[in-house]
């Protein structure tokens, strides 16, 4: 017998919902790096368009300016790795949506378990009671104690029919839970394999162009 352990999804709610806090924290950055910038570029725009010290560096207005795309660079790998992370909150979410799938089968599971035990022992009640009518009918007419037990005949046929059908449904279930459990094992998987590899990837892209914008702007 298979044992379904219900997905307790707290963990993974909790994880989503701070890797929500820190995507809208980051993107709050932004605004204030554009408008940090923007105003750099204003002031290199005023500054002195010769250098006094040497004619062959780059006056302060050229390297102020210089240094603003730099800085506009890093700010771009930046975003790079930022919609890695969104990506990976969103693989989160459908592998949260899953778990809740697999919660709504059980949960249908369960009742279909019920009414198969109270359909199992309504039918067995019935049996019984037909058994116990044909050992003492209670009447000396013959053609009177065959209806009582005609209608116990008919209401068990209607039991068994009816458990019949509530077992089928509950194979099915079975057959359709096992399914999303094995969905839900290969997903948890291959969220983390390729939701955190394409972030680390990110990361990496973002330090190498970090890197290379520092060179640039010394």
């Known amino acids: 017998m298979v044992v379904h352990r219900p997905p307790d999804s707290r963990l993974l709610t909790n994880l989503i919902a701070h890797e929500k806090e820190y995507t809208k924290h980051f993107v709050s950055l932004f605004p204030l790096s554009h408008a940090a910038l923007a105003s ?6 005023a500054s002195p368009s010769e250098n006094p010290y040497s ?3 780059g006056s302060p207005a050229q390297v102020l300016g210089a240094i603003v795309d730099v800085l506009a660079g890093a700010d771009d790998a930046l975003q790079r790795y930022l919609h890695a992370v969104e990506k990976w909150r969103e693989q989160l979410v459908s592998l949260k949506e899953l778990e809740d799938d697999v919660g709504s089968i059980l949960r249908d ?6 009414r198969v035990i109270k359909l199992s022992k309504a039918q067995k009640s019935g049996r019984d009671s037909r058994s116990s ?3 003492h009918p209670g009447g000396s007419s013959a053609s009177f104690s065959s209806l009582p037990s005609t209608a116990n005949s ?3 046929g209607s039991a068994s029919s009816k458990l019949a059908h509530a077992q089928a449904e509950l194979q099915a279930c079975e057959s359709h839970l096992a399914d999303k459990e094995r969905e839900l094992a290969v997903r948890r998987i291959s969220v983390v394999r390729e939701g955190l590899g394409a972030r680390c ?3 990496i892209d973002c330090g190498w162009v970090w890197g290379e914008m520092g060179k640039q702007g010394l």
């Open 55 to 57: 004619s062959n560096s």
């Open 154 to 156: 008919i209401t068990i």
């Open 133 to 135: 009518f044909i050992m």
């Open 109 to 114: 599971r369960e009742i279909l378990v019920t």
């Open 40 to 45: 750099l570029s204003a002031y290199s725009a």
């Open 201 to 203: 990837r990110a990361l």
